[in-house]
């Protein structure tokens, strides 16, 4: 079965989380997800408060840019949450927009090396392992959880758009997360690459989830609030790329990718939505029993 989330923008006060969240949990949506996004809110912070405030809906967290996090701290903060919530907690990281990290000088010459230096050392440390390593970017003398979690659900994704991060999430991450500029023919080829990336790393056939955003908008003016986010984005020529109409649309939108090979479609909203808690309802009561 697809799974189906919606985000929470980070566009949005801090304060509406509470509200989005409970209305996620109290209609059964699979999954919510938050955003890591300089300079609006701390991924971390708001999962947390997330899980805090509901009982069952997952909260993923897509992405934590490794630039600005040691792995240490990143590793502590995401077994702690594992712990406390078990079975609730997804996690993503990625090597975050570049501008972003200039800004805050944290801009490395290679994010995709760090990104796959976090990733081993990110997954060991959860795994329980105590690691001594002396990368580019990443070094750890003898370091080891005192709480690792039990589980880690489905471990750690990364995020990707290029194909040389798109091989390493197949290298050395538990699963990919894919932007909303992806298309369903864009999640085929990224399915390739990813295969690819394991196949190198002798990591076999094993269970690899693909998660991918669609930007939604329904409602009133819908196909404009569309048109307009892919404009801004410079996305306007894309084929296939958002959707824009009633659940019925939206579900074979959403089909779309799964029959490309994503396991999870998580439902972007504009960043105008004008009604964040009624599109989480609609994504839940409306376009969840339509979808497989």
């Known amino acids: 079965m697809t799974e189906l989330g919606a985000v929470f923008r980070p566009q949005l006060a801090p304060e509406r989380l509470r509200s989005v969240a409970r209305i996620a949990d109290d209609t059964g949506l699979d999954q919510l997800w938050l955003w890591e996004d300089c300079f609006r809110e701390g991924g971390i912070s ?28 990143t590793a502590m903060e995401v077994a702690s949450l594992h712990r406390m919530f078990p079975g609730r907690v997804i ?28 990733l081993v050392a990110l997954r060991a440390l959860l795994g329980g392992e105590r690691v001594t390593t002396e990368g580019r970017y990443v070094r750890l003398d003898d370091v080891a959880l005192d709480w690792p979690p039990e589980h880690t659900g489905g471990g750690v994704l990364a995020g990707a758009t290029g194909p040389r991060s798109l091989r390493l999430t197949g290298e050395a991450a538990d699963g990919t997360i894919l932007t909303a500029a992806t298309n369903a023919e864009g999640v085929r080829k990224a399915r390739q690459l990813i295969d690819a990336g394991r196949e190198t790393a002798g990591r076999g056939a094993g269970p690899h989830p693909v998660v991918v955003y669609l930007l939604t908008a329904t409602g009133a003016g819908a196909a404009g609030r569309l048109r307009a986010e892919l404009a801004d984005e410079g996305l306007e020529s894309v084929p296939d790329l958002g959707v824009a109409g009633d659940a019925g649309a939206v579900a074979k939108a959403v089909e ?37």
């Not at 972003?100 to 760090?114: I, Y």
């Not at 439902?267 to 339509?290: H, I, N």
């Open 46 to 73: 708001t999962a947390a408060a997330a899980l805090a405030w509901t009982g069952n809906v997952r909260i993923g967290v897509g992405l934590l840019p490794v630039p600005l996090r040691n792995v240490a701290v």
């Open 91 to 118: 996690v993503g990281v990625g090597h975050g927009v570049q501008d972003w990290m200039g800004q805050v000088g944290a801009r490395v010459e290679s994010p995709v090396t760090l990104l796959r230096e976090h």
């Open 256 to 292: 779309r990718l799964a029959e490309a090979g994503a396991d999870t479609v998580v439902l972007q909203p504009t960043g105008d939505e004008p009604d964040p808690e009624g599109f989480v309802r609609f994504v839940a009561e409306e376009v969840r029993p339509l979808v497989p």
